[in-house]
């Protein structure tokens, strides 16, 4: 979200995207150059289209009215993923903020990475305006490792492994890892746990795998769990 300034004059009225805790970039004309400063009072009579206040310059202490326009804004959808657990909310950014995967989010802790952006039209891409972003996804900088679970019986073995954060998952998927062939049981991702084939999962999109020795099988009782098919 905008950040606001401090006073009673500025509560309530954001302020501009490069502007934080109270602080934005003006023109000093006494500096001779843009710098840093820090917003005293926002004049109440803000239109649409222009934020105005006295700032004083960070460098040279000058105190001076100032008018800035507002940058028009746009409200995205936002899923955060952290361990097993996902949210969602939505932001408010400024309709020509570029994001890019890889990068950040405004606002978001510094920690989180954007990993997905879905496009108002459906579709996925690396970057975009805000404007044209319908849902921005974030995780954890968290690497190339990936944690695994492998179940025998009552005995479950935490495993890592090693892939691309845009390496594919799905139930049913074989992994061959350490002389092994394990086969996905079930999928931790998006805030819920998958455990039928058909949807695929980006690395990171997944918070967990579960998986199984593929030359298992499993319970009576249970379906969609096989051998290793031939060729294979």
């Not at 302020?15 to 710098?35: D, H, I, K, M």
């Not at 940058?71 to 400024?94: F, G, I, K, N, Y």
């Not at 606002?107 to 891409?125: N, S, W, Y």
């Not at 975009?128 to 492998?150: I, Y």
């Amino acid at each position: 979200m905008s950040p606001e300034p401090e006073g009673e004059a500025g509560a309530g009225l954001p302020l501009p995207p490069n502007s934080r805790l109270g602080r934005v970039t003006l023109l000093c004309e006494v500096c001779g150059a843009e710098t840093a400063h820090r917003v005293l009072r926002v004049t109440p009579r803000r239109t649409a289209t222009h934020l105005e206040g006295i700032a004083r310059c960070a460098v040279c202490h000058t105190t001076h009215p100032f008018r800035l326009a507002t940058p028009r804004t746009t409200s995205v959808s936002v899923v955060v993923s952290d361990a097993e657990r996902s949210h969602r909310t939505r932001q408010a950014l400024a309709e020509g903020l570029e994001l890019q995967v890889g990068g950040s989010l405004p606002g978001a802790d510094p920690k989180l990475e954007i990993r997905r952006l879905d496009l108002r039209g459906g579709a996925r891409t690396e970057s975009a305006p805000a404007r044209d972003v319908a849902t921005v996804w974030l995780t954890l900088r968290r690497g190339d490792q990936l944690h695994v679970s492998l179940i025998e019986g009552r005995k479950t073995t935490p495993l890592v492994l090693s892939c691309t954060p845009e390496t594919n998952f799905s139930v049913g998927d074989l992994l061959r890892t350490a002389g092994e062939v394990l086969r996905i049981h079930a999928v931790r991702a998006r805030g819920q746990t998958w455990d039928e084939e058909g949807p695929r999962f980006q690395a990171f999109e997944v918070d967990r795998l579960y998986v199984r020795r593929a030359a298992e099988r499993r319970p009576a009782r249970s379906s969609g769990w096989e051998g290793l098919p031939e060729g294979r």
